[in-house]
């Protein structure tokens, strides 16, 4: 998979170019080209973005509205594009909004209204997201009332940004504080948006839910609860995603929500067919579970696996894997491979490493194995 940083490519800084000479009287286009490709290709993904903003400011007038009027022009005239589409000929769009919001929220946070205004045209041709987060921690409540009419847009994208945008905890963006203590004042949003007919908007609300709940576990367990009665199966769903921490972790209220109770069952087996694993190939394992419950229950199984740390200890982390209904005395058997293979998110040490299944949030089992690293 190409890294995200090569988004903002050398070809999208002379596209942007481009359209800066198009525009702006007197602008320097080869000293604008020079300053950014000569820094360019050592600089990861928000550096990048970091760097055309700063550049492009410099190019620009400082009184906000003629800033603006600017920024406005260079905006693909397709407003109704996929989001991750290459910007062209027709204007800015896709991965190059990043470095252009950074301007916006640099330069507007004395000016709401403008600001926003901007920003509003601006994700219809990718996101803002990360943009409106500063006028969020300066002034909550006033940013929250231009973005509430924004439930009902027509544009799915303005819509999406209402959830996306004042996630607490968005990864690559700042941290609302306020949010995090309280999240109270979005959970209107979150209800206008959680039966939205496209699911790129009802995934935000998921992930925004889930983002609330590793602070307020048991605010998000009783929204899940209200949420799942008389659910469709798109809402249903939405309530899953968003509750996939805390199902993970066995929080018994949000398990409670979905109508999962301790499990009755007895591990019958849990088998590791690959106990040397090569780093780079996969784990194997399978299990079987019996059913010691007098009626049908309903389990979520997830495993564990404990990865070796630097320091020699283990830790677990939990993935997740199926769902199952078992009757009174049935068995029911799984397998899985699971690769372990190089990942940004994770260094890998050799040695004994295990697996574990957790049910309904309850640990069964533990069984290791052996993670080979190459040598050197």
Known sequence: MEPFKNKISPEFVQCLANHLDRTIVGFQKTAFEREILGQLQQLELKQRARLIADVTTKHLPDALESRFSILRSLLHSDPE????????ENGICGWGMMPLGMIVSDSGLNDFDA????MKEMTKRATAEFDVRP?????QERALSIMTPWTEDPNVHVRRLV???????????????????????????LEALKDDPEEYVRRSVANHLNDIAKDHPALVSDIAANWLKDATPQREKLVWHACRSLIKSGYEPALRAFGLNAPEIHLADLSIETEKVRFGGSLSFSAALKSTAMRSQDLIIDYVL??????????????KWTKATLDPGTVHRLSRFHPIRPITTRTYYGGTQAVSLRINGQDFGYQEFDLQMPDG
């Open 115 to 118: 600001s926003f205004d901007l």
């Open 81 to 88: 594009g996929v989001v991750d589409r290459d910007s062209d």
């Open 306 to 319: 404990h990865f070796r740390k630097a320091n020699g200890k283990l830790a677990p982390k939990v993935f």
């Open 163 to 189: 959830s996306e945008g004042t996630r607490p905890r968005l990864p690559w963006g700042m941290r609302l504080n306020q949010l995090i203590e309280d999240p109270t004042p979005t959970l209107p949003f």
């Open 135 to 139: 006028f969020l921690a300066k002034d």
